[in-house]
């Protein structure tokens, strides 16, 4: 980005035109990121709690005032039940030194218990590292070559606008761009085609263009000879899934599967751009495997502009163990604190403690993250939340729904403010964040606060205390091959460095399994007593998964990404909610007939875990049995206070623990 600034104020926010990956273009959001720094209802000072939790009534206080208290609070339950104190956070910043390095250092000081931060990605990666050893992929920049692109699970228009400029690229030079999506996404609209499948059968689809891959040989042997294991088992499973058998389970023409098998099979230039929204089920990982096994079958790795990418994380370098110091943990590496999964944290703040589950949760640190609209199940959440005897601190930029609820609000500091160093999983740069102005009011970096805590409680551990300088030195491990040449001396004169890969990485293997091949047989999996082959598993919450729940509850929701939102970010940016305007539930005409319901009615969307109310808009978007509710609005903001996870669940998915936010069913009626 590039931050115009007047009189300490950020007035105007670009994209930097010499950047390769953003190419001067920036999305609809953080276009709008000088608005957000600047909000009149910022948090500029620390606040306690003065009513109820959940009223949102705070008074402000110093800074002493405020780490004094939670250094009080949060050393008397260290004392004698460290793991009943539980951080919460997730991609609030994704930055290495603002994101989970002070603050990880300083729960593992403590004994605290661990989160497992899982609530986004975590059953796509899970299945990567059973496949490739790591979320690695192409290359973003090469999409623009190819000549046939599968955009599945995937909106970019609205979430991975440099991707699209890639497409778009491509599509100009006659490529063919497929959309596979449950939903008519603005996306799905601008490709050649869309495939209309149930939600959460997406690695039956994979399975099935496998079957007809390899019934009519159209396969690269000698790559398969070369750079895969287990393919005689995968070949076995696949000629299970006729795509007479994929057509019924996805709900699709047959035929459709056959002539997608062939499009993709016809050149080694096929590129396929997966996202999260197809693993956000409870066969997520491995729908994740089956799809990313496809371009190793073709051979298209062989090309830069083939392949598959769903995220290029694991090309970077980053040294976690110096960044997060585990070492800090009293007894490690022989005692390892309890772990609990982020999407079930509903359940963690309502669970009484017992031997089994470990203590009860006396204090949550929450950064990062807004969980009481962002989490499964959020009746529950908010449930947890409420309980008179949990401490609760919030860092947070604004009063969001979960600040509602905190004992102590903490102000933090946004991009601009602070210093930081990135990744990206959608390309294959490292970044220097170097702040643009000041700090709004009295607002602190995570860094500073959680040493501001540490040093309140006497903490004597010298990680604790290392400057944002020092963390950001560590981000990385500058010595390896991708980073010849870069420290954070230069990575903060250039601004960024790309990482240095091949242009097709995976042409001759080189894959991060055991093996070092593609492994379609997953040894590591088999050890853990499940499937080493990829399988489609139907979803919980489906006509196959659950006959009876669907008979109550015969509609399948998905909530994905409103387009000016990001998740819970931005929903408080008043020139973007109104482009929203207000919570909407899309529903094909014949659900809408058969419950009597007229576009623009306000509807009631219900299921066993909660209901919620938006406005109607019969549209043939929906596949006829869906229903979408594009999200996550923060729930004081929507006109009945509340949002889509009053009715999604904690259950997790089959690798990775991640969340099943599209594996949900419902009933609609009107109001």
Same mark, same amino acid.
């Given at each position: 980005m590039r931050v115009t600034v007047e009189d300490g104020r950020a007035i105007k926010v670009t994209a930097d035109p010499d950047h390769p990956p953003t190419q001067g273009a920036l999305c609809t959001k953080v276009s709008r990121y000088a608005e957000r720094v600047h909000h009149p209802k910022r948090?500029?000072?620390?606040m306690k709690r003065v009513g109820p939790k959940g009223e949102g009534r705070f008074e402000p206080i110093s800074w002493d005032e405020a780490l004094t208290l939670a250094a009080s609070r949060l050393s008397e339950i260290a004392s004698r039940a460290p793991e009943a104190i539980v951080p919460y956070s997730y991609a609030g910043t994704m930055g290495f030194v603002q994101g989970d390095s002070i603050a990880q250092r300083f729960f593992h000081a403590l004994g605290a218990s661990q989160l497992d931060r899982t609530i986004c990605a975590a059953a796509g990666a899970a299945g990567l590292k059973y496949t490739y050893g790591s979320s690695i992929g192409m290359l973003n920049e090469f999409f623009a070559e190819s000549e046939v692109i599968l955009i599945w699970g995937a909106n970019p228009i609205a979430s991975n606008l440099h991707f699209w400029t890639r497409a778009q690229a491509a599509k100009r030079n006659g490529a063919q761009l497929i959309a596979i999506d449950p939903y008519r996404s603005l996306t799905a609209e601008k490709?050649?085609?869309?495939?209309?499948?149930?939600? =959460?059968? &997406? @690695?039956?689809? %994979?399975?099935?263009?496998?079957?007809?891959?390899?019934?009519?040989?159209?396969?690269?042997h000698a790559y398969i000879?070369?750079?895969?294991? =287990?393919? &005689? @088992?995968?070949? %076995?499973?696949?000629?299970?899934?006729?795509?007479?058998r994929v057509a019924e389970i996805c709900g699709i023409e047959a035929q459709t599967v056959i002539d997608l098998a062939r499009l993709y099979g016809s050149t080694k230039k096929a590129a396929i751009r997966m996202n999260y929204g197809m693993q956000r089920v409870r066969g997520g990982g491995n729908a994740a495997r089956a799809i990313a096994c496809l371009p190793s079958l073709t051979g298209a790795w062989r090309e830069r502009a083939g392949g598959v990418l769903l995220s290029s994380s694991g090309w970077a370098p980053v040294d976690t163990h110096a960044l997060q110091r585990p070492d800090l943990m009293p007894g490690w590496p022989a005692r390892q604190p309890r772990v609990i999964n982020m999407?079930?944290?509903?359940?963690?703040?309502?669970?009484?403690?017992?031997d089994a589950f470990g203590p009860k949760v006396e204090a949550i640190v929450v950064y990062n993250s807004n969980p009481v609209a962002v989490a499964p199940?959020?009746?529950?959440?908010?449930?947890?939340?409420?309980?008179?005897?949990?401490?609760?601190?919030?860092?947070?930029?604004?009063?969001?729904?979960?600040?509602?609820?905190?004992?102590?609000?903490?102000?933090?500091?946004t991009q601009l403010e602070h210093l930081d160093v990135h990744k990206s999983y959608g390309h294959t740069h490292v970044m220097a964040n170097l702040p643009a102005i000041s700090p709004v009011g009295d607002a602190r970096p995570n860094t500073e606060i959680f040493r501001g805590i540490a040093r309140s409680m006497g903490l004597q551990h010298p990680a604790l205390y290392e400057s944002d300088e020092e963390v950001a030195a560590h981000a990385f491990r500058w010595d390896d091959d991708a980073l010849q040449g870069v420290d954070w001396a230069t990575l903060k004169e250039n601004r960024w460095a790309r990482l240095n890969l091949p242009d097709a990485p995976l042409a001759n293997g080189a894959f991060r399994t055991p093996s070092g091949k593609c492994e379609f047989f997953s040894e590591r999996l088999a050890q853990q007593g499940l499937d080493p082959l990829p399988d489609y598993l139907a979803p919980y919450e489906s006509a196959d998964g659950s006959p009876e729940l669907a008979a109550r509850y015969p509609l399948a929701m998905i909530s994905p990404p409103a387009r000016n939102f990001l998740n819970s970010t931005f929903v408080n940016v008043e020139s973007l909610r109104s482009t929203e305007g207000e919570p909407h539930l899309d529903i094909h005409p014949t659900d809408a007939f058969d419950r009597q319901i007229a576009n623009g009615q306000i509807v009631r969307i219900f299921n066993d875990r909660g209901s919620m109310q938006a406005r109607a808009r019969v549209t043939d978007k929906a596949r006829e049995g869906l229903v979408v509710g594009l999200s996550i609005w923060w729930k004081k903001l929507a006109p009945d206070g509340r949002n889509a996870n009053q009715v999604t669940s904690q259950a997790l998915t089959d690798l990775g623990g991640s969340a099943t936010f599209y594996d949900c069913l419902v009933e609609v009626e009107s109001v």
């Open positions: 948090l500029t000072t620390p490709c050649h085609q869309h495939i209309a499948l149930k939600p =959460g059968t &997406d @690695g039956a689809l %994979a399975l099935g263009m496998m079957n007809v891959l390899i019934s009519e040989d159209v396969l690269d000879a070369d750079h895969t294991l =287990g393919f &005689d @088992g995968l070949k %076995a499973r696949a000629l299970t899934y006729s795509p007479a999407n079930q944290i509903g359940d963690a703040l309502t669970h009484p403690g017992d199940d959020s009746e529950r959440v908010a449930e947890g939340f409420a309980r008179d005897d949990l401490f609760t601190i919030v860092l947070e930029h604004f009063q969001t729904d979960t600040a509602d609820y905190a004992d102590l609000l903490l102000p933090a500091t």
